[in-house]
């Protein structure tokens, strides 16, 4: 429930029925606005920007939207601040919608500071806003982000709307790769990116914003440390909705600061001395030589202190592309080949750190499944694998797959003599392992007890295919860009199994309830169009993809009669 503040201060005359909201219609609306922001942008029209940005700040849509991203979709829906709020049921939602109606900037809370373990051993600082926080960084959020998507710079992919870690991959083999002149790399690190982000600097950039009270009331809203209260002087809470946006912001313009210029076909001058990726606050800075990445090193430390923030001397470091670097978990390097024109082939393969990382979480799951079911073993055990090799499957990483599936079998193997010490191994193996309909492989991990086939997935089975680069500075905002983004949202499913690649396509990547693309972190739903007790079956036209929001909107609306059922997926029946 809310607490007594919320409550008090929503008093509402009629709370929004949130079963019964039109997620389409509310789409549409705040997405046409995100294209209008960013087109009067685009133009330089700063009069009609303003105007826009009030507007969808302003908007019952897309307050609507913020809600249900912050309490039905984030990971950290669960996570209280430091009201201990958990908003959980649709009449809290409603009670919501109406406290988002008031600008109180005083109500603006403190941010609950944990800490979560990172790979060298110490501990991330982690700020969590308040829901009611959280749900105005959201509405906020979506009138900044159109404006500065059509002035961010092409070689930025970290926490944009389209653009994703593997575009920044491949973004690097585009500029490394034999025959290019750039085989000097600064792997750079800022330190503390997040904490020390000035705040003049940012409130500075960001100009006359109409939200820009709420941002400056977020950034001086303090942290609450064992029950007291530390104020905040500089950066950004890591762990708030907003803040990964204004870390890209005060991060704009490294493009400038190097000269780089691009030809018309959107590719870097070939006589343009520098070439950087960045994702987030991980950046590399690609050279001719050794002395140019000295010099950059150089030119980075009073750009970033102009930002309040600084290099880290550990983590920094320059080095041949020979010698290879290593960034968002992939492994790239050049290796000496017959087999080339060049003599000389570029490799992205995961990491070692990435293995090892891999290797220990699902150690950590094979342990505690112990005591658990194989039906549940499988279930846990299968997101994580296929999360792993759908991230990687875009690099040269058939043979660590291969590896990796080999050291997942003496897993299971051990998970089986555990569970069975006294048993035979042939009678282990008929329990355990079989073959599964389409693949020639004897030794599948599965549950037998079920009638239909639960198996537990495969590296191997997870194809290797080269991820396709974003174009230049193409963003979904573009309202000139509907088609490319309609496209390559079509074709970039993120299933492995055929069926589910087929219905994604006929829905075109979107779920046909509320038209927002099924790949926004929403749990996903498998509906029956025509349900199984009514005569539905199994078959691909009979099914379609859903957030779970949208399916339990509709069934609740399968009281009103199967016909409006059938409408609400019309545009999709197959």
């Known amino acids: 429930m809310l607490n007594a503040n919320v409550t008090k201060s929503a008093c509402p005359k009629k709370l929004v029925i949130w079963q019964s909201v039109d ?23 700063m009069k009609l920007v303003r105007n826009l940005q009030k507007l969808m700040i302003l908007s019952r ?15 950290g829906r669960k996570s209280p601040g430091v009201d201990k709020v958990v908003i959980n049921t649709d009449r809290d939602r409603s009670l919501l919608m109406e406290t988002l109606e008031k600008d109180d900037f005083t109500s603006v809370q403190p941010i609950k500071r944990t800490y979560i373990p990172k790979k060298d051993g110490r501990s991330r600082p982690l700020g969590i806003p308040t829901i009611l926080d959280r749900c105005r960084q959201a509405v906020v959020k979506s009138a900044l982000e159109p404006y500065w998507e059509a002035k961010f710079e092409g070689s930025s992919y970290g926490f944009r709307p389209g653009r994703s870690a593997q575009d920044a991959i491949q973004k690097i083999f585009c500029i490394v790769r034999p025959g290019k002149s750039r085989k000097w790399v600064l792997d750079a690190d800022i330190k503390g990116a997040f904490d020390n982000i000035d705040h003049d600097f940012l409130m500075k950039i960001i100009g006359n914003f109409p939200g820009r009270k709420w941002i400056k009331a977020w950034l001086k809203s303090g942290v609450m440390v064992n029950c007291q209260l530390i104020p905040t002087t500089a950066g950004t809470p890591q762990g708030g909705i907003i803040s990964p946006l204004l870390s890209n912001i005060a991060l704009h313009d490294m493009e400038k600061l190097f000269n780089i210029s691009y030809n018309k076909n959107g590719t870097i001058k070939g006589k343009t001395e520098y070439a950087f990726v960045r994702y987030a606050d991980d950046f590399v800075v690609f050279c001719k030589s050794e002395a140019s990445c000295l010099k950059a090193k150089e030119m980075l430390v009073p750009w970033l202190s102009d930002r309040g923030l600084k290099l880290s001397e550990k983590k920094t470091s320059i080095r041949s592309i020979e010698e290879g670097f290593c960034f968002l978990g992939f492994n790239i390097r050049h290796y000496k080949t017959a087999s080339k024109k060049k003599g000389v082939t570029i490799l992205c393969i995961p990491s070692k750190e990435s293995i090892k990382s891999f290797k220990k979480m699902i150690i950590r799951e094979w342990n505690n499944s112990l005591s658990w079911t194989t039906e549940r073993a499988i279930g846990n055990l299968n997101p994580k694998i296929k999360g792993w090799s759908i991230y990687f499957k875009g690099g040269a990483s058939k043979r660590t797959f291969s590896e990796l599936d080999h050291w997942m079998w003496n897993r299971q193997a051990r998970f089986v003599c555990r569970r069975h010490p006294n048993k035979s191994w042939k009678w282990r193996k008929s329990k355990y392992w079989g073959k599964i309909k389409g693949r020639n492989d004897h030794w599948v991990f599965m549950d037998k007890t079920k009638d239909k086939e639960l198996f537990l997935w495969k590296l191997s089975w997870t194809h290797i295919k080269r991820h396709t680069l974003v174009k230049g500075l193409s963003s979904p905002d573009d309202p000139e860009l ?12 993120k299933y492995l199994f055929k069926a589910r690649q087929i219905i994604w396509r006929r829905q075109e990547g979107k779920c046909p309830v509320c038209m927002d693309n099924i790949d926004n972190g929403e749990s996903i739903h498998l509906h029956h169009k025509l349900p199984k007790k009514l005569g539905g079956s199994d078959q691909i036209d009979n099914l379609s993809l859903l957030y779970e929001n949208c399916h339990q909107q509709v069934h609740s609306k399968c009281g009103q009669g199967l016909a409006d059922v059938r409408k609400l997926l019309e545009p999709y029946a197959g």
């Open 482 to 493: 509907r088609e490319y983004w309609r496209k390559r949202q079509t074709y970039t499913s």
């Open 23 to 45: 997620w389409k219609k509310a789409n549409k609306q705040v997405n046409n606005l995100r294209k209008r922001i960013y087109r009067a942008s685009a133009n330089g029209n």
């Open 61 to 75: 849509s897309n307050r609507l939207l913020a809600i249900r991203r912050v309490t039905q979709i984030n990971k």
